[in-house]
Nanobody
């Protein structure tokens, strides 16, 4: 059973940066596309970025140019570098297989709050 653990969230001001981390356990995921998702209050969870096992990246329109996704296949980890954060980036951030996310693999997520 794959487990994902997200960390690195926090409270930041608009324009600041934050890096999220994702640790996966239970299986070697290097052959799979992994991604980041987020869920803002009152909204559905949305896909925001993904990276294939060989490093091909894709981003959602709302984060493209500001967020960068990385992965380390040897460590089964993934990070999300978030720059120029906006209040509308406030959400709980999750990692999972992409682009849809496996239902049983959702973790607790990490809260990101962007506010002055």
């Amino acid at each position: 059973q794959v487990q994902f653990v997200e960390s690195g969230g926090g409270l930041v001001q608009p324009g600041e940066s934050l890096t999220l981390s994702c640790e996966a356990s239970g299986s070697d995921l290097r052959a799979y596309t992994m991604g980041w998702f987020r869920q803002a209050p009152g909204k559905q969870r949305e896909w925001i970025a993904q990276i294939t096992g060989i490093g091909n990246r894709s981003y959602g329109f709302s984060v493209k140019g500001r967020f960068t996704i990385f992965r380390d296949n040897a460590k089964n980890t993934m990070t999300l570098q978030m720059n120029s954060l906006k209040p509308e980036d406030t959400a709980v951030y999750y990692c999972n297989l992409a682009p849809v996310g496996r239902p049983n693999y959702w973790g607790q997520g990490t809260q990101v709050t962007v506010s002055s």
